[in-house]
């Protein structure tokens, strides 16, 4: 896909080494004129900074559910209510869990409980894990609640050899959100 869009996203990013890919992500969906807000579970601070994040987007990030923007806007009520599509980047194992749950221990998860537009999540861990049946039991749980899944894809691991568990390379996450937020216009 090509040209400009006037789609609002929301980007909830988990705690994964595949984070720093949502950095791209992110800057795409801005140049194609796309109005992005960013989520983070704690875990995913630890591998791409929320400043990062907050300046290629333009607007502050999400990190609590109790946060309140500098314009007195509450940021989880008021990103689930105006997003289009919510993707949701590395969605780890413990991520897939909490999102089949229903918790909302996290922003992430939090926002996937109040979103009504269309979820995208993109899984990324090692094969074992991804394999594992409770791993699947979460992501047959979320499919059935009408969940899209983009991934994961065999390719080099962290762990440093090649298997299923990869997460979907930016370009291919933009070309499906975009997708999936002109659905919903």
Not at 4 to 33: D, P
Not at 93 to 120: E, H
Not at 136 to 164: K, M, S
Not at 167 to 184: F, N
Request: hydrophobic share 50%.
């Amino acid at each position: 896909m090509s040209g400009t869009v006037s789609a609002k996203v929301l980007l909830g990013i988990g705690g994964g080494i595949a984070a720093y890919k949502l950095a791209f992500l992110a800057s795409r969906l801005v140049q194609r004129g796309a109005l992005v807000r960013v989520a983070m579970t704690q875990q995913a601070t630890q591998f791409l900074g929320p400043v990062t994040m907050a300046g290629l987007t333009g607007r502050p990030v999400i990190l609590s559910s109790t946060q309140i923007d500098p314009d007195g806007g509450v940021p989880h009520i008021d990103a689930a209510r105006s997003a289009q599509v919510y993707v949701i980047a590395p969605a780890t194992a413990d991520l897939l869990f909490r999102l089949a749950s229903g918790a909302a221990a996290d922003p992430v998860s939090l926002l996937a409980l109040t979103c009504r537009c269309p979820i995208l999540v993109c899984p990324a861990m090692n094969d074992a894990m991804w394999n594992a049946p409770a791993v699947q039991h979460n992501v047959a749980v979320l499919r059935a609640r009408g969940v899209h899944f983009l991934g994961p894809v065999t390719g080099h691991l962290a762990e440093g050899y090649d298997a299923i568990g990869r997460m979907v390379e930016p370009d291919a996450i933009l070309d499906r959100v975009l997708e999936l937020a002109v659905g919903t216009k």
